[in-house]
């Protein structure tokens, strides 16, 4: 079996150009000098290859922020390295670790306990607690600790 010439770029190029042109695989044949039978083989691995392309760009563009940290958090805890998983979001390997410790922190505050909103039983005005039984604010509570209560 004979191996054929590889395909440079500019014939890549004719070929494409061609082949939006709508000209046939035999014409293209003839002007860059290859077989119809080559030329049909090399235009459905450059669609197949820009089609790829194009998909995997459009799915990085689609990715919000967040996907992606949730992405390279979920591959970085499988045991990928982070210079692996960076070209996958399609960034550098710097912005991925920036990624990657904010998803961090971001599991940490969602695993943290809830902090609860309601009104002070003393001086109604609204506080926030972690604590299920606490009624009081801050000030009153530190006040009512300090009476006794
Ligand atoms: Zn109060």
């Not at 014409?27 to 039978?37: D, L, M, N």
């Not at 049909?40 to 995997?56: F, G, H, P």
């Amino acid at each position: 079996m004979s191996k054929s010439k590889p395909w440079t770029p500019d014939e890549d190029k004719i070929l494409l150009s061609m082949r939006k042109k709508g000209k046939k695989y035999k014409e293209i044949s003839a002007k860059i000098g290859r077989t119809p039978r080559a030329v049909c083989n090399r235009s459905s691995v450059l669609t197949k290859a820009t089609a790829e392309r194009d998909a995997e760009i459009a799915m990085r563009r689609k990715w919000t922020r967040k996907q992606k940290m949730a992405f390279i958090g979920k591959k970085v805890g499988e045991g990928m390295v982070i210079s692996s998983v960076a070209p996958l979001v399609g960034c550098s390997i710097m912005r991925a670790r920036e990624l990657l410790s904010e998803f961090r922190e971001m599991e940490r505050e969602r695993r943290s306990i809830p902090t609860r909103t309601r009104p002070c039983c003393k001086c109604r005005k609204i506080f926030t607690t972690q604590h299920k039984c606490r009624f009081l604010c801050d000030s009153c509570n530190s006040s009512a600790q300090r009476m006794g209560w």
